[in-house]
């Protein structure tokens, strides 16, 4: 897991001739370019490849029809992820699909020699948690995973995205991917967040104005003060949730927050390669003056608390707004709007704020960190929930369900109503 000397060394020695500004994709991006030819995609090295149990098992059926050995064992992270059971993981999982995959990942990594943090591993987890608490996830680095959230390890200056099986199956051979090079767009969000607004709501605002298919074809870089104030979990969300405006992938210049989350990890480096490593991590920020294909400005004072009404991550408002009226869309959007409005038994023009809550859930790759969980203990500290209101708490790591139990969060939902006894709440540990 530690950072690769060699390019390391090729990004250095390119940072010492005359070349154009450059932004922190195009340095992360160049320094991982095997080869590349005029109208063909480029051969892009992989540092570390996330596996689980949902999109691998046709990729090692891949490899085995043709002979082939895992290329790099050691850059390859496996863990049983999106079909596992949230309680009583000593115990055969009942659902027949999700036991069969979750065993088939347990034969695969056995016959290609991959280490894999299965059920019971106090590693094991949502891949897009346990890499960056392990520390595998570090800034300059290439990630990618058969899950379209991979993007969230962008949040450490990385490029990161999702890929498909056939895919899957070219990194385990190869290390490598065939990827035509994006293109780059700036959101810069300037000023200060208003008390309550999180980064959910940040990136919820932001897909609000350009739509889930404003980022498509676009590697996105969040900067501005907002985003330099976020901590590192709220940095995650805001790069995981890239994919919902149909970017490839989002991703933040690194900085001290970033340094200080990853120093002392687990698989972080450590000694004189930390800073060796270091020392290459501050030279990857975009440089002034580096071009962007589009750039879009934000003021953080006009995000408020988000909701969204509708049955996209687009239909989204700011919790003191109204729906639309269908009458003031184009009539794509239009027909778009009532349909979902009449999925979600809500009308045109009306407004949300005071709406009765039937289900909370806290969890998903995008909010499972202890960040998440600490500020739902804050929210419900003393109070009691509402009989009507059943809850899912999820932590997306056994690290996270580790140290929320040392601190007692456990305790303080359960004091809250939130407990198992009550049928009408689930207090789901992974």
Not at 326 to 342: I, T
């Amino acid at each position: 897991m530690k950072p690769k000397p060699n390019l390391i060394l090729s990004f250095l020695a390119m940072q010492t001739s005359p070349i154009s500004p450059r932004t922190l994709f195009d340095k992360i991006w160049d320094a991982h370019v095997v080869s590349s030819q005029a109208g063909h995609p480029d051969a892009f090295y992989i540092d570390t490849h996330f596996i689980h149990e949902v999109t691998s098992p046709q990729a090692f059926e891949g490899l085995r029809q043709r002979g082939l050995p895992v290329a790099r064992p050691k850059q390859t992270v496996a863990t049983a992820d999106h079909n596992v059971p949230t309680r009583n993981q000593h115990l055969p999982i009942q659902e027949a699909l999700s036991r069969h995959q979750v065993e088939t990942l347990i034969q695969n990594c056995a016959d290609f020699g991959l280490e894999l943090y299965g059920l019971g591993h106090p590693n094991q987890g949502i891949v897009h948690v346990i890499g960056p608490e392990l520390g595998i996830t570090q800034p300059g680095k290439t990630y990618v995973c058969g899950d379209s959230h991979t993007s969230t390890h962008g949040a450490f200056g990385a490029i990161a995205f999702g890929i498909g099986t056939s895919e899957v199956e070219m990194v385990l051979a190869t290390q490598c991917l065939l990827q035509h090079r994006p293109k780059t767009m700036k959101i810069e969000i300037n000023g200060v967040l208003r008390p309550g607004v999180t980064s959910k709501d940040l990136i919820l605002y932001i897909i609000s104005q350009i739509g889930v298919a404003g980022g498509t074809g676009y590697f996105v870089e969040y900067a501005g003060q907002a985003i330099r104030s976020l901590s590192m979990e709220a940095r995650m969300t805001i790069c995981n949730m890239s994919i919902e405006m149909g970017a490839r992938g989002g991703l933040i210049a690194p900085d001290e927050t970033t340094f200080a989350y990853v120093q002392g990890r687990e698989f972080a480096p450590q000694g004189a390669d930390w800073e060796k490593a270091l020392a290459y991590w501050k030279t990857l920020p975009s440089d002034e003056g580096a071009v962007y294909d589009q750039v879009l400005t934000y003021q953080a004072e006009a995000i408020e608390p988000m909701i969204t009404y509708g049955t996209n991550p687009g239909m989204g408002i700011g919790i003191t707004g109204h729906i639309p009226q269908s009458q003031n869309l184009p009539p794509s959007e239009a027909a778009q709007l009532k349909k979902s409005l009449a999925y979600m038994q809500l009308q045109e023009g009306q407004k949300l704020l005071g709406q009765t809550i039937d289900y909370v859930f806290i969890g998903s790759c995008t909010n499972s960190r202890m960040e998440d969980l600490r500020l739902v203990a804050d929210l419900v500290k003393g109070k009691q929930k509402a009989p009507n209101v059943e809850v899912w708490i999820i932590p997306g790591s056994k690290r996270v369900e580790k140290q929320a139990r040392a601190e007692g969060l456990d305790e303080i939902f359960r004091a809250a109503g939130l407990n198992c006894a009550n049928r009408a709440v689930r207090l789901a540990w992974v």
